[in-house]
């Protein structure tokens, strides 16, 4: 089960924390992450980390604003979001992955019930 949190209105330059809490996996994810999608686009990989670690992915448009990160081992993944745009608003979905090598959307099976995020002025 993944359950995400902390979405809602912002300014933009805003910032904002997204949280995805994680439960009930009977093995290890190998690959955890956010995705978002905006009304009238695709589901797109913002930001993947590994179980295993390594250099996390993040889209080019979030690059230098966004961060991931996970805290008690892999029971809570964030996502920081700084200098927000608006066309960064969009659903932000946590989901994860067994088997996935690659943040892309087709490859996760697991997926939360998404949080609004919304830039706006």
């Known amino acids: 089960q993944l359950v995400e949190s902390g979405g809602g209105l912002v300014q933009p330059g805003g910032s904002l924390r997204l949280s995805c809490a994680t439960s009930g996996f009977t093995r290890d994810y190998s690959i955890i992450g956010w995705f978002r999608q905006a009304p009238g686009k695709e589901r797109e990989g913002v930001s993947c980390?590994?179980?295993?670690?390594?250099?996390?992915y993040y889209a080019d448009s979030v690059k230098g604003r966004f961060t991931i990160s996970r805290e008690n081992g892999q029971n809570m993944v964030y996502l920081q979001m700084n200098s927000l745009k608006p066309e960064d608003t969009a659903v932000y979905y946590c989901a994860a992955s067994i088997l996935a090598s690659a943040c892309r959307s087709s490859l996760f099976g697991y997926w939360g019930q998404g949080t609004q995020v919304t830039v706006s002025s």
């Open positions: 980390i590994r179980s295993s670690g390594g250099t996390p």
